[in-house]
Nanobody, 118 residues
Framework: VQLVESGGGVVQPGGSLRLSCQAS????????MSWHRQAPGKQREIIASIGRSGKTNYTDSFKGRFAISRDLPADTIYLQMNSLEPEDTAVYYC?????????????WGQGTQVTVSS
């Protein structure tokens, strides 16, 4: 199973970006999917997660500015990021808990760079 993120780039402070992450492969079911980020010199942190029911959970510091959503048939999740600040500069990763070939496992995407700079 592969997770492929897209939508990163350079944006000015106060701007918005929408990230996408699509899961692909055969014989799998992605149940909980989530977004994480890792800024230079910092540990990776979770932003938000979403289940197949659409139930979401957010780390408190991201509530209000970031929104996670999911397109089940497309095996895709999104992260809408608003009011971006230079401190949001990081590599953003997608993660999925999944069942693949009858076994429980997980997968990470390769990451997409987000740079917030004037």
């Amino acid at each position: 199973v592969q997770l492929v993120e897209s939508g990163g780039g350079v944006v000015q402070p106060g701007g918005s970006l929408r990230l996408s992450c699509q899961a692909s492969g055969t014989n799998f079911l992605a149940y909980e999917m989530s977004w994480h980020r890792q800024a230079p010199g910092k540990q990776r942190e979770i932003i938000a997660s979403i289940g197949r029911s659409g139930k979401t959970n957010y780390t408190d510091s991201f509530k209000g500015r970031f929104a996670i959503s999911r397109d089940l048939p497309a095996d895709t999740i999104y992260l809408q990021m608003n009011s971006l600040e230079p401190e949001d500069t990081a590599v953003y990763y997608c993660h999925a808990d999944l069942i693949h070939g009858g076994r429980i496992g997980d997968a990470w995407g390769q990451g997409t760079q987000v740079t917030v700079s004037s």
